[in-house]
């Protein structure tokens, strides 16, 4: 994501914050604490990853980038899992890259389920699901549907399809993430956007998400993005499937502009 610097205020599990936290505004908003971080009542908070620490005082919000392997649960982050068996109420389900060994997935968590219209699940499904219940003393829970709205939202059996790895840190960024940090970063004068001149600070910065809206202009396909580092894509044909995948692998390093380079040099090779 960044052209020059590596990142600053990095972090260590342990470590004390090395700035210090935002006093609270007039309307009392307290700081949200995020990943990346553990709140030691009453007022101590200590890094539990290594990583940057990054400070949205505007949103009230703290919390750790990092991009690691080992995925933690979180409440409310979507996630791709695979159902490993089926009990009388729960499937049981394993999320990749997790620290959690078990996932439980209530059979009724789906848009409209009843005991009789419910998805019937084999070991090895695939499902696109969010974090309802996340404990360190207790197994992670998912739903495959928005609490909110009632409604799939997008989630539910994945069919078809392929599955690629990537890093924890590439998963939030073609999830959005990306381009919160740059605007943050913008706001705070530490970097520019990629393409824009005249500012004098140490280095560019790409969302991200380069990669995504490139294959979308030129190729029709199918996403889905778990913040465990899974990727599912889906398209009418397997190249189409195989082109999109390596591309979203292959970029997690590349600036905006070498991630269009790389989807258009892609396409050519697959021949689409």
Known sequence: MFADEPPENLVLPGDTLPIPLPAPTAKGAAMKV???LAHIPPDTIIPVIA???N???KKRMIWVESDGKRYTPHLHDPVIAIINRSSSDFYHCTIPHSRSTTALLPHLAFENATKKTRPQLNPGCV????ISLASKHMDPELECFDAATSKAG???ELKGGMLFDVSLGMARRLLGDGKKLRQL???QGLVRAEG???KKVKGAMCSGLEVVEELGQRLGFEIAVGRNGKVWVDSEDVRTTLCCGRCIVESEFLTGEEQRRLVREKIKEFGL
């Open 55 to 57: 400070v949205d005082e």
């Open 196 to 198: 824009e001149t005249g």
């Open 34 to 36: 995020g990943p990346g």
């Open 185 to 187: 970063k913008i706001r």
């Open 51 to 53: 990583g940057e620490l």
């Open 127 to 130: 499902v696109y699901a969010r």
């Open 154 to 156: 997008g989630f539910g």
